[in-house]
């Protein structure tokens, strides 16, 4: 497994879930990192993105604000903090890394289901 996803679940609206994304040196440190998500019956859509070397982030519209990318070097994992959670944000979101800014990912993880409650 190239890119390994975890720390999805279930959580109230207007609650934080953080998920991580780890992966190898070799995926990790040669493209940037980012997350999409797919709703039930909704296209798979970008979220937010990390560009490794130089720190730029790029977000959907919808989550800014509400959704912050990071990154551990010395873990090579990514990691995004979800706050202020809406029902709106329910998907399966999948890590994925490719060449920045990351419009189609190369590499992807398995996903991670996010259940947001109203």
């Known amino acids: 497994v190239q890119l390994q996803a975890s720390g999805g679940g279930l959580v109230q609206a207007g609650g934080s879930l953080r998920l991580s994304c780890a992966g190898s040196?070799?995926?990790?440190?040669?493209?940037?990192v980012g997350w999409f998500r797919q709703a039930p019956g909704k296209n798979r859509e970008f979220v937010a993105g990390i560009n490794w070397r130089e720190s730029d982030t790029r977000y959907a519209d919808s989550v800014k604000g509400r959704l912050t990318i990071s990154r551990d070097n010395a873990r090579n994992t990514v990691y995004l903090q979800m706050n202020n959670l809406k029902p709106e944000d329910t998907a399966v979101y999948y890590c994925s890394a490719g060449p920045w800014p990351l419009i189609r990912g190369r590499y992807w993880g398995q996903g991670t289901q996010v259940t947001v409650s109203s």
């Open positions: 040196e070799r995926i990790i440190g040669s493209y940037a």
